[in-house]
């Protein structure tokens, strides 16, 4: 309110000493033009310019205001297009995730002016033709987005990369590879597609040294890694097959999951050791092996063992007789028996073994045993039990039925 009355007096004051100015001097103002001639003081020709002035400013105004209309419009028909274009790239981009690769490209290549388009609809266009199997207009897009600069290079190489591993061009998917800089071949999905051209090209080393890095950043499925490490180790196993010690080094150096029973690394590296006639390498490994592990391929090995280094495989082999299901490690402990001299041991041994798994080796072995100590009808025996036992298995088994025809 103070504010106000300051205003309205000072209003007031400068009213009054503009109007005593014009009543003491209204000022003489002459216009003429051709035959027009305009007379008036110089207050009114001052009022008048005034006057004129909001009057173009107000018309000014109204012009603006009605030339705005077609630009609300036209920013109006641009949203609905943006929204239109977002639309088709959320369609192209679920179709991609589900599979439907037609679909998808078609999508992403209507996904809007190149203003509207973000870096992900050349590339996944690219992708979606390359999933379809036509690597030729895969790599076609990506060269016209490198070519518009619409998608940054490091991703366009990744993909273009993608594209020819596809095609089984692997050679050009490692050339595409190389032109990434040492950081950006650092990144996961660069990482990835390093791991399958090194697959592909059996650069083992190479491969094993990606694959901790690709399990770990979930770009390649468990499944794929798992069997890609168990090839790549049991190549690099195949490859030391020229010294013993090559071969040992190998297996140690590789996961623990690969030298767990039922995994073929291990049967391979034996397999190397006896064909090398390296015995005392085989006898080291052996007895570290059963440590923690007795498998049959562990005790069929140890036939090619010396006696001197049987001997050293005792204790070890004592470890696992509760847990002995097939008798094999009972059938070892008796042909060390038979090395001690121990007769009545390894006669008990080797019926101990026969009990637990009735088959022809474990049955030839007690035969011996019992030949040995002098009883041969025992011994024929047993051995005429288990031919008959073999005999009836033959029979029964399907081959052996197809071949005899059909049972009457």
């Known amino acids: 309110m103070a504010r106000f009355s300051l205003y309205l007096v000072c209003g007031l004051v400068l009213g009054a000493v503009l ?27 001052l009022s008048a ?68 388009q973000t870096l992900l609809h050349p590339l996944y266009a690219a992708l979606a033709a390359a999933r379809r199997g ?5 790599l076609a897009l990506l060269e016209q987005a490198e070519t518009e600069g619409s998608a940054p290079a490091s991703l366009i190489t990744l993909a273009r990369a993608e594209c020819h591993l596809k095609a089984g061009a692997t050679d050009a998917a490692e050339r595409s590879l190389e032109q990434l800089s040492a950081s950006e071949r650092k990144t996961p999905r660069a990482k990835a597609l390093r791991a399958e051209v090194a697959h592909r090209q059996r650069d083992w080393q190479q491969l094993i040294e990606l694959l901790a890095d690709v399990r770990r950043a979930g770009t390649a499925p468990d499944e794929q890694i798992d069997v890609w490490e168990r090839e790549s180790w049991i190549a690099l196993l195949s490859e030391a097959d ?19 029973p039922g ?15 390296q015995t005392d390498a085989l006898q080291k490994v052996l007895q570290e092996r059963l ?70 080796s474990h049955a030839a072995g ?7 100590q002098g009883k041969e009808s025992e011994a024929s025996a047993l051995e005429a039990k288990a031919l008959a036992a073999l005999r009836w298995q033959y029979s029964e088994s399907p081959k052996a039925r197809r071949a005899s025809g059909p049972v009457r």
């Open 19 to 45: 109007v005593n100015a014009v009543s003491q001097d209204p000022g003489y103002l002459l216009v003429t033009w051709g035959d027009w001639q305009v007379e008036t003081s110089v207050w009114l020709a």
């Open 49 to 116: 310019v005034t006057f004129s002035l909001v009057v173009l400013w107000f018309i000014l105004r109204v012009l603006r205001t009605t030339l705005r209309v077609p630009r609300a419009l036209r920013r109006w028909l641009g949203l609905r297009s943006a929204r239109g274009a977002q639309r088709r790239a959320d369609k192209g981009f679920a179709a991609f995730f589900e599979g439907h690769w037609d679909v998808a490209e078609k999508a992403l290549k209507k996904g809007g002016a190149p203003d509207e």
């Open 134 to 138: 036509e690597s030729a207009r895969a």
């Open 242 to 260: 020229d010294a013993a010690s090559t071969a040992v080094s190998v297996w140690k150096r590789a996961p623990e999951s690969l030298k767990a």
């Open 263 to 277: 995994q073929p690394l291990w049967p391979a590296l034996l397999q190397i050791l006896q064909q090398d006639a």
């Open 291 to 360: 440590l923690q592990h007795c498998e049959s391929v562990t005790i069929d090995a140890m036939n090619g063992l010396s006696d001197k280094q049987l001997l050293k495989m005792k204790k070890a082999l004592q470890c696992w007789r509760d847990e002995d299901s097939e008798g094999g490690c009972h059938a070892a402990l008796a042909r060390i028996a038979r090395i001690e001299g121990d007769a009545e041991t390894e006669a008990a041994l080797w019926g101990e073994a026969h009990a637990r798994h009735p088959s022809a």
């Open 366 to 372: 007690w035969a011996d045993c019992l030949r040995h």
